[in-house]
């Protein structure tokens, strides 16, 4: 990280040159990281898209690298793709919903009624019966959800803002697991968009109120006499402040003051009511109140600790682990005073020298579905099979709207492990279809074992795999590896390392791959063998990183 | 000092021999196929070994309604909505009882096979789930620690062992298999845990791939300076390794490990019938590897749920029959396989709950809690006692017990080792095992 370090020069200067450019009321950073020049190379473009997106095929790739350093990182940043440039499913706009919530409360008071009358053994079963057609619809409407938003991230054309999405999703974290209506994830996720690079305060106020995380952290059923502390404290722990930035007593106090707030669970509004909340006199960070929930927001933002947890998460998340103090402290700096607003802060930090340092370029390992959906746009795929990529994200762990707890997912080395690390790499054999053989005349004596490893709805699922897996056309061939190309196996493969690694190779990696081309080609070079050979340069350590 | 590839290198195979699958291990699996052919149960090498299993309640479980204080009145009436009654108990004392949930733990503390540990926490405990998991894992109570107890275990008393001296059947590996040479690998299927290649030539293309997931610097990625500094994450993996040397070493771990794991575990055919929870394919997952004759010694399984601030009552009795029927099928399976004398169990679980039911009908935060213990080797009963419901820290239980102490008897008193490397420093241990 010394590069890093020396690349922080604070300058007092050129800050002041900067003053004058910034537009009134975009407050001016005093500490900036150093700028990198306009003139880049097509391997930054590329580390570019892969960071502030989810990388691209080669032709994206040079697109952003026609346009220079800083037009590509304002393409990025203020993108012109509406936000609601992808319609919600129907059950997930807001009326749908509203009507929803209203024909199950409906449905609720019917049920009392029909039960009215029966033994108690036939009411549980009326109810069981009408909860388990409830749960389905939950169900069936949660992975419409999930590829949804996968969908999104592969196809957008402002994948900076799906990629913040992504980053607030994994910072507010919240289960579908807990929450269990769907519709409500996606109203939060709804909100991560209109967020995603705004101000991180008004999002911190709105979260508080936000049904989903009402649910996850159970402000819902805090109350007066009784609070919640499940809220108080992650809010100050993982959201704004960070661990030892404030005491118990700050959070027991602090959960008398978010008590009150109540979801409507039949039309989705969630109100303050005053005689839930504790009205009292509280005692937080010092200060002594009768405080409610914006109040002890507000006060979280006075912190000093409140401007560096994020900026140090986002240079975690967008450029390397183990940020430099220094750096942390001079983004915080300017994040405090840009008011919390994320994005001139992301601004600063694609525009410095730091984030095209060579130690931060291709030494970042891919989350999940990080390695999903730019392994699927570098081999443009746009519809993959959805139970496919959904039943991939478990298996290397990252399931959208299910991090595993509320802090939630572990980043870096945390992803790979030894299960993990060929999970991806079976996972890009059936993408590219450099397993397909393998699949079919997999040895029999496993069956049973398969078997009674798997429940029923583990099974099924697997049933919808063997599906997707017959159904699957794979990829492009003709065009990812053209056939001019593949007489001149030393051509083909380095077309193929620019498409899935953006970078020169070691000449291992690349000897192999050459030599393993060289041993397919004979007579003719099919695309099932192009796809082993895709195949097997996904399989390795180095298509891990980004 | 040197990483368990140099290990490798400079004793087994030679400063200049090329990194292919280690010999040794080879051999090492070779035998155990042979002798494990007729028998379907390990029958060589290891017999005698003991082997741990760490099963990890996630979450925070309410240890006062899985091991309750009947008799106290102060627990009743901290709890008018969840207490439970001591008819609705199997007790224990005169003063406790299980949950009732979980006959067979009872059954199993009736026969003397079970230790109950009360009041297990450690000073000036964290609320949080991820610094109080941190620090039960880690054995570190200051939370600084990037290395795992299990894993300072693997580095400290099994030099040169394979990679699958630890197992995790988890996704993630648990930060308890932290590691300076030898974090363990992880698994979750085996059916999938291979590479799976199409095309007419696999041996071929398994050659190509073989070379490619084997690191291609010899050279040691940790050593000198490098592993004074702070470690990328908490993770399974090598302090100070880059992200690059760690990729490769997880890569040849993984094929290394992959093809034996899946051989040896197809191998053993249950006749005991599990449930189809997670918790009860985990350890069926154990219990075929342990058949199957693995080198490992210690296998971690993880039983998640337990955060229970609201509507208590139904999932946390859910939970605790869900940890009862997966652990009834386990033992089963491990008498029939003639190997349940050489396994204990032992349950941890980040912190207990508060002693007042909270206002949803669930628990917040707490401290204290219980670890149980279970298997032939251990010394039956309850130790440790019951924390005062009355004398309470800001409304939580007070601990008598330190969890180091715990795990410094299970390192010595069945993994045969001295604990105080391992937990860096000498705790009190109980009369629990050995």
Same mark, same amino acid.
């Given at each position: 990280m010394a590069g890093w370090r020396a690349a922080m020069k604070i300058s007092p200067l050129r800050n002041h040159l900067h003053r004058s450019r910034f537009p009134p009321g975009n407050p001016i950073p005093l500490a900036m990281l150093q700028a990198a020049p306009d003139e880049w190379t097509i391997f930054e473009a590329a580390h570019l898209l892969r960071r502030a997106g989810f990388g691209g095929s080669p032709d994206e790739i040079k697109l952003l690298h026609s346009m220079g350093r800083h037009r590509a990182v304002e393409s990025l940043l203020v @993108? %012109? $793709? @509406?936000? =609601?440039?992808f319609p919600l499913p129907d059950w997930a706009n807001r009326e749908q919903a509203v009507a929803d919530m209203k024909a199950r409360l409906q449905q609720f008071q019917e049920t009392r009624r029909a039960t009215r009358g029966m033994s108690a053994e036939e009411e549980e079963k009326f109810r069981r019966n009408s909860q388990q057609e409830q749960q389905q619809l939950n169900r069936r409407h949660g992975i419409e959800g999930q590829g949804w938003w996968f969908r999104r991230m592969l196809k957008t054309k402002a994948p900076l803002r799906e990629k913040m999405v992504l980053f607030w999703h994994d910072h507010f974290a919240t289960s579908l697991q807990k929450v269990k209506q769907p519709v409500l994830m996606m109203m939060q996720n709804e909100l991560f968009r209109k967020h995603a690079t705004g101000s991180f305060k008004e999002l911190t106020h709105e979260i508080l109120q936000d049904p989903a995380m009402m649910l996850y952290l159970d402000t819902q059923t805090s109350k007066k006499g009784k609070p919640n502390e499940n809220f108080a404290r992650e809010v100050m $722990? +993982?959201? %704004? +402040? /960070? $661990? /030892? &930035?404030?005491s118990e007593q700050d959070i027991k106090e602090a959960a008398r003051a978010f008590t009150g707030y109540q979801l &409507?669970?039949? &039309?989705g509004t969630v109100t303050h009511e005053p005689r839930q909340w504790d009205d009292g006199d509280k005692t937080i960070f010092g200060k002594t109140g009768k405080f409610d929930g914006e109040g002890v927001v507000d006060l979280i933002f006075q912190q000093s600790a409140a401007s560096e947890l994020v900026p140090r998460k986002l240079w975690e998340y967008f450029v390397s682990e183990n940020p430099p103090e220094e750096g942390v402290d001079a983004l915080a700096k300017s994040f405090r005073e840009a008011d919390f607003r994320i994005e001139p802060l992301l601004r600063e930090i694609f525009r410095s020298k730091a984030f095209y340092a060579e130690k931060v370029i291709r030494n970042q390992i891919k989350s999940p579905i990080q390695y999903l959906v730019q392994m699927l746009k570098e081999l443009e795929l746009? =519809? @993959? @099979?959805q139970a496919y990529t959904m039943n991939a994200q478990q298996q290397l762990g990252q399931v959208l709207f299910m991090p595993p707890n509320v802090a939630g997912w572990d980043w870096g080395k945390a992803w790979i492990n030894t299960n993990t690390l060929l999970s991806r790499y079976n996972v890009a054999g059936f993408i590219t279809k450099g397993s397909q053989e393998a699949a079919k005349d997999a040895p029999d004596d496993e069956a049973p074992m398969m078997d009674m490893q798997m429940d029923r709805r583990e099974a099924m699922r697997a049933g919808a795999m063997q599906m997707a897996g017959r159904t699957w056309a794979g990829p492009d061939f003709e065009k990812i590896a053209p056939r001019s190309l593949r007489e001149d196996p030393e051509k083909l493969v380095d077309a193929l390392v620019f498409r899935f690694f953006q970078a020169p190779l070691g000449k291992k990696e690349r000897g192999t791959f050459v030599e393993y081309a060289v041993s397919k080609k004979g007579a003719i070079f099919t695309n099932k063998e192009a796809g082993e050979l895709c195949h097997l340069m996904l399989s390795t350590p180095h298509y891990q990183l980004a | 000092m040197k990483t368990r590839r140099e290990f490798l290198r400079s004793t087994v195979l030679g400063a200049s021999a090329t990194w292919t699958v280690p010999m040794f291990v080879e051999r090492t699996f070779a035998d155990l196929h042979l002798g494990a052919r007729d028998l379907a149960t390990q029958a060589v090498t290891g017999k005698d070994d003991t082997i741990l299993v760490v099963l990890q309640l996630a979450g925070g479980n309410d240890g006062l309604n899985t091991l309750?204080?009947?008799?106290?009145d102060a627990y009743h009436k901290a709890r008018p909505r969840l207490g439970k009654k001591e008819k609705e108990l199997i007790k224990l004392s005169d003063h406790v009882g299980l949950n009732s949930s979980m006959p067979f733990l009872g059954s199993l503390f009736k026969e003397g096979n079970l230790g109950v540990v009360q009041g297990v926490g450690y000073p000036n405990p964290n609320r949080s789930h991820f610094v109080s998991t941190s620090i039960w894992e880690t054995a570190d109570t200051t939370n600084r620690?990037?290395?795992g107890w299990i894993g300072r275990y693997f580095d400290n008393a099994c030099p040169g062992a394979d990679p699958t001296v630890g197992i995790s059947l988890n996704k993630t590996q648990p930060e308890s298999f932290g590691a300076l040479k030898n974090p363990g690998v992880c698994l979750s299927s085996p059916e999938l845990y291979r590479w799976i290649h199409g095309g007419g030539e696999r041996a071929q293309a398994e050659e190509f791939f073989a070379s490619l997931n084997s690191p291609e610097h010899d050279d040691s990625p940790v050593d000198g300076a490098s592993i004074d500094m702070p470690a990328g994450g908490k993770t399974g993996g090598i302090q100070g390794e880059d992200n690059l040397a760690f990729l490769e070493r997880v890569a040849m771990d993984a094929r290394v490990s992959s093809a034996k794991i899946l051989e040896l575990a197809s191998k053993y055919r249950t006749k005991v019938t599990y449930e189809g929870t997670p918790i009860a394919r985990s350890l069926n997952m154990v219990s075929r590897l342990i058949a199957g004759g693995m080198p490992t010694r210690v296998y971690y399984v993880s039983h998640g749920g337990f955060d229970t601030h609201n509507q208590q009552i139904n999932s946390h009795d859910r939970l605790l029959s869900q940890l009862d029927g997966a652990l009834k099928s386990f033992f089963a399976d491990l008498k029939a396989q003639g190997n349940d004398k050489r396994v204990v169990l032992m349950t941890f679980s980040e912190f207990g709950r508060r002693v007042s039911e909270n206002a949803s009908s669930g628990t917040d935060h707490g401290r204290a809690s219980c670890m149980f213990l279970a298997g032939e080797a251990v010394k039956g009963g309850l130790f440790g006692k019951y924390p005062s419901l009355t004398d309470l820290d800001a409304g939580d239980l007070k601990h008598n017990v330190d969890f180091r102490g715990v795990y410094a008897s299970v390192l010595e008193g069945w993994l045969k080792t001295s604990s105080k490397p391992v937990l860096r420093g000498d705790f009190e241990k109980l009369g629990v095992i050995g």
């Open positions: @993108p %012109t $793709e @509406p936000v =609601d440039a $722990e +993982l959201f %704004t +402040l /960070g $661990e /030892g &930035n404030y &409507n669970r039949f &039309n746009a =519809d @993959p @099979p | 309750v204080p009947f008799a106290d620690s990037n290395t």
